[in-house]
C-alpha cells in the first residue's frame, strides 16, 4: 500500500472512531436536557417519543425549586467539597513531596498502606464512623461528611501528587538550596509554581469525588437543610412516584457546576498527568 | 564572620532535620488516615463475629461464625457472587478497551482537540447519581429512547422491559459503568502515551516498523506501568461500588442484579444488622486482597505496594 493512502485510511479510522466516541457522550446528556424541558404528557407518552420537545417549558426547573431548596444544596455542597479539595491539596502536597524526596524506614509500608485502604469497602468505614459520630453529637453535621471524604480522598491524591514530584528534576531544588532556599522555601516558591497543573488536577479529582458522592452524604445527613445536591435530588425518588422531568431536571443542574469547571482545567489535567504520568 | 556562622548553624540544623524531616510530612496524612481508616477497620473485624444489630443495639454479645455462617447459607450467596464477578470483569475490560481506543485516537493533534476532549471527557466529573438515574431513564421499557431506537432501525419490534428481566438488568448497570469510566482510562492512558518520548518512534520507523508492530512492541511496554496500576484501582473501586445498582435497579428484579457491595448495604441499612454486613464486609476484602496479589504477580508487576 502506498503510504499517502495508508495515511488516508489511518485519518479516516480515527475520523469514525472520534466520531463514535462524542455521540456516546453527547446523545445520553442531550436526551437528559430535553427531558428536562418537555411536559410532563410528553415525557410519558407511549406512543410516540419525541426527540425535541414540541412545548417547550420551563415547568420542570420551577416545580423543582417549589419542591426543594436547591439554593441551600448548592450551598452545602459548595462548602463541604470546597473544604474537602482545599485540604486534600495541601495534605497531599506534603505526604506526596514526603514520599517522592526520602528514602525512609517504612516507606513500602506507607504504600501498601495506602493500596489496603482503597480496598476497604466504603460501608465499613461509614458504619463505625456513624456510631463514633452519633457519640459525639456530629451526626447530620457537615463536618462528618468532610472528615469522611478527605479521608476517602487523600490515598489517591497523595500518590498522585507523589508522581508529579517525582517528574521535577532534583536539580531545580538544589539550584534553591544553593541559594541559601529552604527545603520548605523551595517547595513553595520553586517547585509548587511548576507544579500548577498536577495541583490542578488532584483539586479537581478530589472536588468531584467529594461534590459526587451519595450513599455517606445520604447515612451522615438527615434533614434537609444540611443535604448536599445528590442527597437532595434522591428525596425526589419515591415521595412523588419518579417524576423523570423534574428529575432530569435536577441532574442537569447537579451536573452543570462540575462540568463547567471541568471544561476550563481539562487542560491542566491532562498535562498535568503527562508531565507525572501516573506512572507504576 | 556572622554570616559564616549562621551559615553552619543552619547546615548543621538541617542535617540533623534529615533523619526525621521525612516523616514530618507524611505524618498529618499518616495519622489522619490511620486513625480514620484504622478504627472503622477494627471495629467492623470485631463487629463481624457478634451479633450487632442497631435494632437491639443493648443486646451486643459474640456469636462466633454466626454472621459468616448466614453469609454463606444464604440462598442467594452465589447469585450475588457471580453478578459482582461478571459485573466488575465486563465493566473494566470495556471502560479499559474503550478508553485505551479513544486514547489512542487522541494522542495525535488535531484541531479542536482541546474541545473535544473536555467533552468526551465529561462523565468523569458527573455524579454517579445522575447518570445512573439517565440510564434508569432511558431504559424504561415503557416510554425508554433506547428501546424506541433499537425498534426505529428494526432490532426489535416490542419494547424491552430491560429493568425488569432478569439478565438484563445488569446489563444496562454494567453499560452506565462502563460509559462513566470510559475518561478516566481515556485521560490516564493518554497522559502515558504523551510522555513516550518521540523520537522512539522516529527510529521504528527508520527500522520500518507497521503500525501493529510499533503498538505492540514499542506503545504497550512503555504504557504497561500505566495499565497496571489503573486497571487494578479501576476493579478495586468498581468491584466495592454499588451506588449505581441502587439508583438503577435496587437490585432488582429479585436480585438479580444486586452484587455482593449492594446486598450488603441493603442489609446494613435496611435490617439494621451491621454483624452480617461486617461479614459481608470482610469477605469482599479477602477477596480483593488475592485479586491484587494475583494480579501484580503475574502482570509481572516488580514495585509490590508502589501504586
Redesign the interface.
Known amino acids: 500500500m502506498k503510504r499517502s493512502t495508508k495515511r488516508k485510511l489511518v485519518n479516516a479510522v480515527r475520523f469514525v472512531v472520534l466520531t463514535f466516541f462524542l455521540l456516546l457522550v453527547v446523545l445520553p446528556i442531550y436526551w437528559m436536557v430535553i427531558t428536562s424541558f418537555k411536559i410532563n404528557q410528553e415525557i410519558v407518552n407511549a406512543q410516540r417519543l419525541t426527540y425535541f420537545p414540541q412545548v417547550f417549558t420551563l415547568e420542570n426547573y420551577q416545580s423543582l425549586f417549589r419542591m426543594l431548596d436547591y439554593g441551600g444544596f448548592l450551598r452545602n455542597s459548595i462548602t463541604i467539597t470546597m473544604a474537602t479539595a482545599i485540604c486534600v491539596v495541601v495534605l497531599s502536597i506534603l505526604g506526596g513531596y514526603g514520599l517522592a524526596r526520602f528514602k525512609f524506614k517504612g516507606k513500602s509500608a506507607v504504600l501498601l498502606f495506602f493500596l489496603i485502604t482503597q480496598m476497604i469497602p466504603g460501608i465499613l468505614v461509614i458504619i463505625p464512623l456513624y456510631v463514633v459520630f452519633s457519640k459525639a453529637g456530629l451526626v447530620n453535621t457537615h463536618f462528618s461528611l468532610f472528615v469522611f471524604y478527605l479521608i476517602t480522598n487523600l490515598p489517591f491524591c497523595v500518590i498522585t501528587m507523589r508522581s508529579f514530584f517525582e517528574r521535577i528534576p532534583y536539580v531545580l531544588e538544589e539550584a534553591a538550596y544553593v541559594d541559601g532556599c529552604s527545603r520548605l522555601e523551595s517547595l513553595v516558591k520553586i517547585i509548587l509554581p511548576v507544579m500548577f497543573p498536577g495541583i490542578v488536577a488532584v483539586f479537581v479529582f478530589a472536588f468531584i469525588g467529594s461534590w459526587n458522592e451519595l450513599i455517606a452524604g445520604t447515612i451522615f445527613l438527615n434533614t434537609p437543610d444540611q443535604w448536599t445536591i445528590p442527597v437532595g435530588l434522591k428525596s425526589l425518588i419515591g415521595k412523588y412516584s419518579v417524576q423523570w422531568g423534574a428529575l432530569m431536571a435536577g441532574g442537569v443542574l447537579a451536573l452543570l457546576p462540575t462540568a463547567v469547571m471541568f471544561i476550563f482545567v481539562q487542560k491542566y489535567v491532562v498535562e498535568g498527568l503527562t508531565s507525572g504520568a501516573v506512572k507504576g | 564572620m556572622v554570616k559564616e556562622k549562621r551559615e553552619k548553624k543552619?547546615w548543621i540544623y538541617?542535617g540533623v532535620k534529615t533523619k526525621m524531616?521525612?516523616?514530618?510530612?507524611?505524618l498529618?496524612?499518616?495519622v489522619?488516615?490511620?486513625l480514620?481508616?484504622g478504627?472503622?477497620?477494627i471495629?467492623?473485624v470485631i463487629?463481624a463475629f457478634q451479633n450487632y444489630k442497631l435494632s437491639n443495639i443493648n443486646n451486643v454479645y459474640f456469636n462466633d461464625l454466626a454472621n459468616f455462617k448466614k453469609m454463606f447459607g444464604d440462598q442467594n450467596f452465589l447469585l450475588l457472587l457471580k453478578n459482582s464477578v461478571v459485573y466488575v470483569i465486563v465493566a473494566v475490560l470495556g471502560q479499559f478497551l474503550?478508553g485505551m481506543?479513544?486514547a489512542l485516537?487522541?494522542k495525535?493533534k488535531f484541531r479542536g482537540r482541546?474541545l473535544?476532549?473536555?467533552?468526551?471527557?465529561?462523565?468523569?466529573?458527573?455524579?454517579?447519581?445522575?447518570v445512573g438515574?439517565?440510564?434508569r431513564?432511558?431504559f424504561n421499557g415503557?416510554?425508554g429512547?433506547v428501546n424506541?431506537l433499537l425498534m426505529k432501525i428494526g432490532v426489535i419490534d416490542k419494547g424491552i422491559a430491560w429493568l425488569g428481566t432478569p439478565g438484563l438488568s445488569l446489563v444496562v448497570i454494567i453499560l452506565a459503568m462502563i460509559?462513566m469510566g470510559?475518561p478516566f482510562f481515556g485521560?490516564?492512558v493518554?497522559?502515558?502515551l504523551?510522555?513516550i518520548p518521540e523520537e522512539v518512534y522516529e527510529a521504528a520507523e527508520m527500522d520500518g516498523c507497521g503500525?501493529i508492530k510499533k503498538f505492540f512492541f514499542l506503545t504497550l511496554p512503555y504504557i504497561k506501568?500505566?495499565i497496571?496500576?489503573?486497571v487494578l484501582?479501576r476493579t478495586?473501586?468498581i468491584f466495592?461500588s454499588?451506588?449505581l445498582v441502587?439508583?438503577v435497579t435496587g437490585g432488582g428484579p429479585a436480585n438479580y442484579s444486586q452484587t455482593l457491595?449492594s446486598y450488603?448495604?441493603t442489609k446494613?441499612?435496611s435490617g439494621y444488622d451491621?454483624g452480617l454486613?461486617?461479614a459481608?464486609?470482610l469477605l469482599?476484602?479477602v477477596i480483593?486482597?488475592i485479586y491484587?496479589v494475583v494480579f501484580l504477580k503475574i502482570s509481572n508487576?516488580d514495585?509490590?505496594?508502589?501504586?
Open positions: 543552619k538541617r524531616e521525612p516523616y514530618f510530612y507524611i498529618p496524612v499518616m489522619l488516615l490511620v480514620m481508616f478504627y472503622p477497620l471495629k467492623s463487629m474503550l481506543i479513544l485516537a487522541l495525535q482541546g473535544y476532549q473536555s467533552i468526551v471527557f465529561l462523565p468523569w466529573a458527573f455524579s454517579t447519581f445522575v438515574l439517565l440510564f431513564w432511558s415503557e416510554y429512547v424506541d460509559w470510559i485521560i490516564m493518554l497522559a502515558a504523551q510522555s503500525i506501568p500505566t497496571i496500576i489503573t484501582l478495586i473501586w466495592n454499588f451506588d441502587v439508583i457491595p450488603m448495604y446494613a441499612f451491621f454486613a461486617g459481608f464486609g469482599l476484602m480483593l486482597g491484587a508487576y514495585k509490590a505496594g508502589d501504586f
